[in-house]
């Protein structure tokens, strides 16, 4: 990506229209478009979800990420550029266009604020192949024409131009700056949108309860008969509501609700979005470094300080809990030395307490080198023990008949990436597909030798209970 350092040019029109100009030439020159990106400071303050609330568009592609531990946030609204992919490279396809995108792209402005320059945001469903009319590809990424960026206290509008050989620049020109004097200067609106007033009554939710636990006994069987070591049953539940959801006004409850979670939103531009509070990192590049991290392991949080650490010594003196996490943690480790990474010795795991359970984790990291790719991370490490089972391909065919009904982004990695090769891809967990006034939750639960068929539905059912309470 050329970098063009300069604050005052953008605001500039003439100045801007020169520039324009010569990635139009560049672009004929070249017989491709070229990405033009422009950063400058959003003010003292800004919320990335409440500038896309106001933007939002239910026909429009949509992108949100967030993690309030790193002080993060991601907004993108629009598709000025996109791609989609399927089968079992889409990892390396994914990789390709981004390398594509980037080499491509021209950026202007403030380039010394955190996260300015364009970011490419992608989606990846649990499965390799999907069917046509699915409401997301198997692999989708794109660069959104607006965005906004918070992280550790700067703020950040970026304009995404796709100039192509026989564009009109002045009519970009024009609509790029005025877009960047609207977020310097952001006015939120004080009020709710009339149908976001009042929270929407579910109606009965379809209850699964009896089949998820037939399905939990089968799992049980292809493990006794060694087909498995471990499979990951998961289960869907519907929600009809008495009035349209707000896919945003979901995730703001989302995010004060589970504030340690990475929350996450990916609009599909036909009026389905995907959303979620996820407490599982896939893989993080930044700087030099890489993360990962093993999340295996649920129990209930306590009412009192004293049952809540009964509980988590419980969980963490749990034969059958260790071995899940144990399993998962040797999975992702043995996936960032097959990428060349040096993770080091295995770290002792811990306990990860969120507001409705308690995991084991084990965080991972390491150096990263300069083949380092987060796409071709993601595609070792996806799907983890975790969220599939042991062996991993064994584990996958027999979700594949257990479950029946393809889980589309659920489980799957979701985040965004930037031109310096740095982002981070969440597991998608704790996530539902909203699509008017319909939301389909996902859950799902480890099943080993011992399982319990009634405690895996409890511990399913706590998951989706967490994200149910949060529709709006």
Known sequence: METIATGPLPRDREKFLALLSAARDAAREDGCAKLVSVSLSAGAHIDPLAVLESIYESTERHFYYEHPEKDLALAGAESVLEAAFSGPNRFTKAAAFAEGVFANAIAVGEMDLPLAGPKLFAAFTFEDEADPDAPFA?????????????????????????????????????????????????????????????????????DDGALYRARVQQALAAIGEVKAEKIVVARRRVFEMSSPLHPLHTLAALREKFPSCRSFSFGNGHNASFIGSTPELLVRVSGDSVESEALAGTAARGTSAAEDAALAAELMSSEKQLREHAAVASAVKTALESCGLAPGPMPRPRIRRLPNAQHILTPFSARRSAETNLFSLAGALHPTPATSGLPREAARRLLAEIEGTPRGLFAGPIGWCGADGCGELAVALRSGLVEGSRAVLHAGAGIVRGSVPEEEDAETLLKLGALAGCLV
């Open 138 to 206: 198997p692999a989708t990424l794109f660069v959104p024409r607006w965005q906004v960026s918070s992280f550790e206290g700067a703020y950040v509008a970026t304009a995404n131009l796709l100039v192509t050989p026989e564009g009109d620049i002045e009519a970009q020109a024009d609509r790029a700056l005025a877009a960047h004097a609207k977020f310097s200067g952001f006015a939120y609106s004080r009020t709710l949108p009339e149908d976001a007033r009042e929270k929407s009554n579910p109606k009965s939710p379809s």
